[in-house]
Structures are given as structure tokens and as C-alpha cells.
């Protein structure tokens, strides 16, 4: 027995001769929130698809709630949850109206119980006679969500979810996905905002198709070695471009008033700065975040490919 949802080695996909997903690996534990963060195009929806029974890859192994990706695809998709951004909805009808019309559609038994229970579990008893069409994103992303629960699912694929969404919806939404979560249902939730991923027990990272990191935030953070310092003043877009040149610096950013510059080399950095503290600027050591670590993960892989 192991604790496992998804348990997943060395999946590929091509589409024609683009090699979209390479060697992915991932294994999941049972009642986790798993974030999936990526670029644009870096292969996070077809991994989950492929992890998921929708789409079967070239090559690889690996099992979705204990049943194989490869030959038990129909099962997976019956006791999984999958919704992503663009889900369907019927604009003229309600709330209810609509999750009554999904229950019928896939022939759940006791579809009234099931509406019942959704409504009630995410918060839109309320709301439930109101037309979809009016509803605000944050209000339909939850409809989605309880649409993709009625059959009871005990994991959960959500594709950006809160893409659009302002961030007290997304707020709840994630207080919604925390609730699931202490019930033992598992989530893998793929998302471009740092302060989900924060959300997040563990995630990982993909770029240009392969799994660059994965594990939780510390981990991922300390794995890259980085040290990262602040300072604020004068002239900071002129500061920055003149340390953008020299080799010992990874990246910087501005934030507001203030930049914060990170190299892997301590010493060399410190001496750097040194010089530009002759010139009036303070510079004090930070935490390194998570976007840091993204950042340099994607540009060392950039470099190195
Ligand atoms: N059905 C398909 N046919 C052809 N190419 C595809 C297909 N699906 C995905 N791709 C390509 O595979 C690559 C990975 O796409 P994928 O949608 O998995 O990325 P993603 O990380 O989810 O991107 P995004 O953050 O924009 O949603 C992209 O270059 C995409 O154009």
C-alpha cells in the first residue's frame, strides 16, 4: 500500500515533430495540493492531460489513483476531477439549473442529492437560482468547480482555474481548494501567480518541456543557491543596467522603489556591491522567493540548451 495518487516516470508527447513534454516524472501524495508552474507553452496542460488518461503519451510509464495511464484511461477519467479555464456553461440558465443538467448529462444516479451537496460544499446555495450569465468570474469558476465535484471525485486536475479572476475570488477559491484538501481529496493545480504556488504543499516547474524543480518552496529555493540583496535610492533603472552587465549577476528586478539583485557567488557579490556603496547605496540580504528561483532555473536552462 503507498500513499500515492499519481506516480508518474519518463512521460513523453510529441505533437508532429515537436517534442512538447520530455521525460516527466512526478509522483504525487494523497490529499496534496501540487502547483504546476511553467511559461507559456512549457507543457503543464499536456502533462496534466497525459496524467490525467485524456491523452496518451508516446512513451513512459506510470499509474493515476493506482490504474494505468496507458491502459485504464477510461476508469481515471470516472473517479477524476478536471476543469480548466475555459469550461462550458449554459448562460441562460441557473446555478442549479446548470449543475442539474451536468448530473443528467454523465446519468449520476440521485442528481437533486448530488446538486445539494455541491451547492452546498462551495458556498453557492445562495447564488443557486441566479443565471449563470451574470455571475462574476470568481462566481463561475466556483460553479465550474462544483461541477467537475459532482461525480465525487477524489482527485482533482484544475487547469488555471483563477486565470482572470480578481484576487478576493481567488482568495476564497483557494480557501475552497484548502477545505478539499483537509478532506483527503488530492489537487494538482497548474497556475502562472507566485502567491498560489505559495499556496501550494509542493510544485513543480517546467520549462520547454521538461521538469526543471519540484518539491516544496524551501527545498526548491535552497536548491538554487542563491543569495539575494536589496537596496533603494537615486538613479535605481541606471544602477540596475549597469549590474545586469557584469557576469557575477544573475538578475535583478525593481519593485516600487526598491531592487533587489541576486548573484550564486556571496563574496563576489559583496565585493561588487562595495564599490556602488562608495556611491551612497545601502544594500541589505533578503529571502530569496520563489519567482527568484523560477527565474534562474529557467535562465541557467536557457544557457545550458
Ligand atoms: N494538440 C496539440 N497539437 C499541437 N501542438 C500542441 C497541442 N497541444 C499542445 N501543443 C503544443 O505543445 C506545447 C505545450 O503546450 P501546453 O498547452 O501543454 O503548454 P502550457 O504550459 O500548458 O501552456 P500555457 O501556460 O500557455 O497554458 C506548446 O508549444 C503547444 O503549442
Not at 500500500?1 to 501524495?29: P, R, T, W, Y
Amino acid at each position: 500500500m503507498h500513499n500515492l495518487c499519481i506516480d508518474v516516470k519518463n512521460l513523453n508527447k510529441h505533437f508532429g515533430e515537436h517534442h512538447a513534454v520530455k521525460d516527466f516524472s512526478l509522483q504525487v501524495a494523497k490529499g496534496e495540493i501540487y502547483g504546476f508552474l511553467g511559461p507559456n507553452g512549457s507543457g503543464k496542460t499536456t502533462s496534466i492531460r497525459m496524467m490525467c488518461g485524456l491523452i496518451t503519451p508516446d512513451s513512459g510509464e506510470g499509474s493515476c489513483l493506482d490504474m494505468d495511464i496507458f491502459t485504464q484511461r477510461e476508469e481515471i477519467k470516472r473517479n477524476i476531477g478536471y476543469m480548466t479555464q475555459y469550461f462550458s456553461m449554459w448562460g441562460s440558465l441557473t446555478i442549479r439549473e446548470n449543475l442539474l443538467f451536468i448530473a443528467r448529462l454523465y446519468s449520476l444516479d440521485q442528481p437533486k442529492a448530488r446538486v445539494e451537496r455541491a451547492l452546498s460544499e462551495l458556498g453557492l446555495t445562495s447564488r443557486q437560482h441566479q443565471l449563470a450569465k451574470v455571475l462574476s468570474g470568481g462566481w463561475k469558476q466556483r460553479m465550474a468547480l462544483a461541477a467537475c465535484m459532482l461525480h465525487e471525485p477524489v482527485l482533482l486536475f484544475l487547469d488555471e482555474p483563477t486565470a482572470g479572476v480578481d484576487p478576493k475570488a481567488r482568495r476564497e477559491f483557494w480557501q475552497m481548494l484548502h477545505q478539499l484538501s483537509d478532506r483527503g481529496i488530492s489537487i494538482l493545480v497548474s497556475t502562472h501567480y507566485m502567491d498560489e504556488a505559495e499556496r501550494c504543499h509542493k510544485v513543480a516547474y517546467l520549462s520547454y518541456g521538461r521538469l526543471l524543480a519540484n518539491g516544496t518552496i524551501p527545498s526548491i529555493i535552497a536548491a538554487q543557491n542563491l543569495i539575494t540583496v536589496r537596496t533603494s535610492g537615486a538613479g535605481l533603472t541606471a544602477l540596475e543596467s549597469q549590474l545586469q552587465r557584469l557576469p557575477e549577476i544573475e538578475q535583478t528586478v525593481i519593485f516600487g522603489n526598491q531592487l533587489y539583485i541576486t548573484s550564486t557567488d556571496e563574496a563576489k557579490l559583496k565585493a561588487t556591491l562595495f564599490a556602488f556603496t562608495q556611491k551612497g547605496y545601502e544594500f541589505c540580504q533578503v529571502d530569496t522567493n520563489l519567482e527568484d528561483a523560477f527565474t534562474y532555473l529557467m535562465k541557467s536552462d536557457c544557457e545550458k540548451n
